[in-house]
């Protein structure tokens, strides 16, 4: 399978209401600045049915007792076309702590290139992992295995946290390389030096 058109692209911007009808601008802001986490956007087809109730649940407690999730302090947010009342009451009655998105006008499906699936009877359940930066990492396209998209975003955040380590690695090796270099020209002075030192003495 292709990957998604939107991997390695800023996440698309986008305004609609959450479960209290209050617009939710995305990506999230504080006090007009961009939240600086990672982003853990799942669209699912339909609140209140059993997958989407398992997967929305798997969310809430992946926030609790994932240490990975602890750990980067990503941001979950949910979306569905259902209706703000209907957002509402999933929202209250499985105890959610994330947004809940209502996307009636498929808005945020559009921007984000999210179809049909269950051959075009059901809207498709796709997860998007986003990095802090605000750029999409990875994607996840599952609507029947509900019970990937938490495993997915588990494994989609570990990789975002061991790649500053490589990266900074190689920048410590790439200095120690330059510090080698026999064009160095403090290292010339020096043997110069030294040659100069070895000269006195043999004389």
């Known amino acids: 399978m292709a990957p998604h058109p939107l991997i390695n692209k800023p996440a698309p911007e986008f305004s609609i209401p959450d ?20 982003i ?9 049915t059993f997958g989407c ?11 609790v007792e994932k240490e990975i999730f602890k750990q980067t302090d990503v941001q979950v947010i949910g979306i569905s076309p259902d209706p703000v009342p209907k957002q509402k009451q999933f929202a209250e009655s499985q105890n959610l702590t994330y947004p809940v998105l209502s996307d009636e006008k498929h808005v945020a499906y559009q921007a984000f290139h999210v179809g049909k ?15 802090k930066e605000g ?10 295995n509900y019970n ?6 588990i494994k989609a955040l570990g990789k ?22 026999p064009d160095d020209p ?18």
């Open 186 to 203: 403090s290292l010339s002075q020096t043997r110069d030096e030294l040659g100069r030192v070895a000269y006195v003495v043999g004389a």
């Open 148 to 153: 990937a998209h938490v495993k997915f975003v």
């Open 19 to 38: 479960a209290n009808g209050h617009m939710f601008k995305f990506p999230p802001e504080e006090q007009g600045v961009r939240v600086k986490k990672p």
């Open 117 to 131: 699936g269950l051959l075009g009877f059901a809207d498709a359940r796709t997860t998007f992992v986003i990095d």
């Open 53 to 63: 109730t398992r997967e929305a649940c798997q969310f809430r407690d992946a926030l």
């Open 135 to 144: 750029i999409i990492r990875d994607s996840l396209s599952a609507t029947m």
């Open 40 to 48: 853990a956007l799942f669209f699912y087809p339909e609140a209140g």
């Open 160 to 181: 975002l946290e061991s790649q500053p380590a490589v990266e900074s690695s190689s920048k410590t090796n790439d200095a120690d390389t330059d510090a080698a270099r």
